[in-house]
């Protein structure tokens, strides 16, 4: 009788429990996340571009409108994700992954490619349509890892069925990348790849010699030969030879961080913005946040990416689908990572290797693709055990609050009368 009375005791002190345990957290933290993290990317590209547009003779909201109309046409792709069934999602696993890799060769094609700072990662489609391929490639690869991993989970303890087909499909896409030179994007993918395999239950010694291989790779390849790579490397983790050249938007960056102090200069009051940060709206837009809204704001946005990585990793353990839980978990690699990448970068934790920040730097094709993945995986929340049930029980009690203030409404007006 003691300890009954004990628990009783001891049960409404943690009331919050409940509510964390529920099935439809996953579904509301991904919603709140996504929506303030775009909400935060247009209000900062619109603070960090204006000085950029006016300089080109454009009008200062100029940026602003390309990004915004780029929200708005990810919308719709989001909010067609959340209802697309699990079903469809594997049926079209094969044909986007082909449609993938015959975008990316196109930035092979002169007559499609474009280059930017040394990457050739973007083709133009006619119409003035520029988009950049992998950016469609990292959400069909998760897709399409989901459900070649998925499908023969109970036999991914060989090293045989966990290497075919993912490696190969995988290392089709993140060659086709290398080729243009985008070491940033590639790293993504591969990190995306490594999540994918972990979740499904791939070998451990698989992923760790396949790690060092790639590691490996990428150094003698990509890396040792190319003097500009090398430069930023030896820039971040040894002396900086040249303030002015390979570490001065690492040094800039790090001005905008520290001139922000605790609470920030204010919104729109950056000076790093004022042409002093190259890619101030786009990979550094972190370091105008800084400055702009100071270490409260930083860790506004870093807390943000972490619940996304927690709500993804509640579907993964929550979910009862194998394609779920693995396309969740590439999904989560990819944009959790990314964000964490692109912070180390500012923060020169890492070399500045060009990649930008999930739905708060400025970018199209990123915007829209990654609105899309977050879409689908919020789709994948709303399927969780119990889930369904209990957004469509929230949902009637919102119809019924409804329908008894329309019903007092008219009882005020008939007494008007």
């Not at 015959?102 to 092979?108: A, D, K, R, Y």
């Not at 086709?176 to 990190?191: C, N, Q, R, S, Y």
């Not at 800084?290 to 506004?300: H, N, S």
Request: net charge positive.
């Amino acid at each position: 009788m003691a300890v009954t009375t004990n628990a009783r005791r001891s049960a409404p002190e943690r009331p919050w429990l409940g509510q964390w345990n529920s099935a439809v957290t996953s579904y509301y933290l991904l919603v709140g996340a996504t929506g303030l993290l775009l909400v935060i990317g247009l209000v900062m590209v619109l603070s960090s571009s204006t000085v950029t547009s006016i300089a080109e003779g454009k009008s200062p909201y100029a940026q602003f409108l390309v990004q915004a109309r780029w929200a708005l046409l990810g919308m719709p792709f989001m909010l067609v994700a959340t209802r697309i069934p699990v079903r469809w999602y594997k049926r079209l696993a094969w044909p986007a992954l082909f449609v993938a890799l015959g975008l990316q060769s196109l930035t092979l094609v002169p007559a499609f490619a474009l280059s930017q700072g040394g990457n050739t990662g973007w083709i133009h489609l006619g119409g003035g349509v520029v988009v950049q391929p992998a950016e469609l490639g990292k959400l069909a690869l998760a897709v399409w890892l989901g459900t070649v991993l998925g499908r023969k989970q109970h036999l991914l303890g060989s090293w045989g069925h966990a290497f075919m087909p993912a490696v190969p499909g995988a290392l089709a896409l993140v060659g086709l990348i290398m080729a243009g030179h985008d070491l940033g994007t590639a790293i993504v993918v591969v990190a995306l790849v490594a999540g994918a395999l972990w979740v499904s239950g791939a070998p451990a010694k698989m992923l760790v010699l396949g790690g060092t291989l790639a590691s490996a790779a990428v150094f003698f390849l990509f890396v040792r030969g190319n003097s500009n790579r090398m430069s930023r490397i030896l820039a971040t983790y040894g002396e900086c030879a040249d303030p002015q050249g390979e570490c001065y938007q690492s040094i800039h960056g790090l001005y905008g961080l520290g001139t922000g102090g605790l609470f920030g200069v204010g919104l729109g009051a950056s000076r790093e913005k004022w042409r002093y940060l190259p890619e101030a709206h786009n990979d550094f837009i972190y370091a105008i946040i800084g400055e702009e809204l100071g270490l409260l704001g930083t860790l506004l946005v870093l807390a943000l990416f972490a619940v996304l990585g927690v709500a993804m990793a509640r579907v993964v353990r929550r979910h009862t689908d194998p394609f779920v839980k693995i396309t969740t978990a590439a999904v989560a690699c990819w944009i959790v990572g990314q964000a964490f990448v692109n912070i180390g970068v500012v923060i020169q934790v890492l070399p500045v290797i060009g990649i930008p920040l999930p739905l708060v730097s400025a970018g199209g094709s990123a915007l829209v693709t990654t609105m899309a993945a977050l879409g689908m995986v919020i789709g994948f929340a709303r399927t969780e055990p119990g889930a369904a049930e209990a957004l469509a029980a929230r949902g009637s009690v919102v119809r019924r609050s409804l329908a008894v203030v329309g019903r007092g409404r008219d009882r005020v007006r008939l007494r008007g009368r």
